[in-house]
């Protein structure tokens, strides 16, 4: 029922900054908690940040202080700025909703890649 495409990966230097965008559709944004997860080869899926419809916020300790999680209701849309990059933030990223009522509605993005060099 709702579909979130995720755009901004790419190529970035270690220190270096990008924007991650996930626009989604198809239903109310401004119920739904939103999320960043990404995923090294490799490596289980993890939870990046959050953001609940209220603006609450919560970061994984390895990005704290260096991403930001925001979001547009009126565009439906969830924001990842990543600052001070580093090699091992390389990874697949992902968007997430979860109806916030609800532990059983939830969907994820195709993802985006975004690989920090040294």
């Known amino acids: 029922q709702v579909q979130l495409v995720e755009s901004g990966g790419g190529l970035a230097q270690a220190g270096g900054s990008l924007r991650l965008s996930c626009a989604a559709s198809?239903?109310?944004?401004?119920?739904?908690?939103m999320a960043w997860y990404r995923q090294a080869p490799g490596k289980q899926r993890e939870l990046v940040a959050s953001?609940?419809?209220?603006?609450?916020?919560d970061y994984a300790d390895s990005v704290k202080g260096r991403f930001s999680i925001s979001r547009d209701d009126a565009k439906s849309t969830v924001y990842l700025q990543m600052n001070s990059l580093k090699p091992e933030d390389t990874a697949a990223y992902y968007c997430?909703?979860?109806?916030?009522?609800?532990?059983?509605?939830?969907?994820w993005g195709q993802g985006t890649q975004v690989t920090v060099s040294s």
């Open positions: 198809g239903s109310r944004f401004s119920i739904y908690t």
């Open positions: 953001i609940a419809p209220g603006g609450r916020t």
């Open positions: 997430y909703a979860r109806l916030v009522v609800s532990t059983s509605v939830y969907y």
